[in-house]
């Protein structure tokens, strides 16, 4: 199933958490959550680690999201881990984006569901 799960608990920092395939569909609510997001944080933590693929549309909302972070000098990381996809994890090798954002590998941990 395809899930998107928000975690604004800890004050100034609002997680995003990607479950499952993201496409087009659900990228401009995400990316409207995001941008008005990035106005009142102090740091943006985008979960991939359970993100089986994801489509361009979603990719242009992170890049896009980073930049809009780095203009208003909020924190801004995505995480993958084993766990990613597979797809997930080459697309960003072999797009170069991981010279472009943020990526941070999660611990090596069994993550629940």
């Known amino acids: 199933m395809n899930r ?3 975690d604004t608990s800890r004050p100034g ?3 995003v958490v990607l479950e499952g395939e993201h ?3 659900g990228a401009l609510k995400l990316r409207e959550f995001l941008e008005s997001s990035i106005d009142d ?3 943006i933590v985008i979960d991939l ?3 089986e693929f994801i489509d361009s549309s979603v990719v242009g909302l ?3 999201a980073s930049k809009l972070a780095a203009e ?3 924190e801004y990381s995505i995480v993958v881990g084993e766990s990613t996809g597979e797809p997930v994890r080459r697309m960003f090798e072999v797009t170069g984006l991981t010279r472009l954002l943020p990526l941070v590998e999660a611990p090596n941990a ?3 569901a």
Do not use: I, Q
């Open 13 to 15: 920092v609002v997680a």
């Open 72 to 74: 208003k000098g909020v």
């Open 23 to 25: 496409e087009l569909y």
């Open 4 to 6: 998107v799960f928000y």
């Open 41 to 43: 944080a102090v740091a």
């Open 62 to 64: 992170l890049l896009d």
């Open 110 to 112: 069994s993550r629940g």
């Open 49 to 51: 680690t359970r993100a």
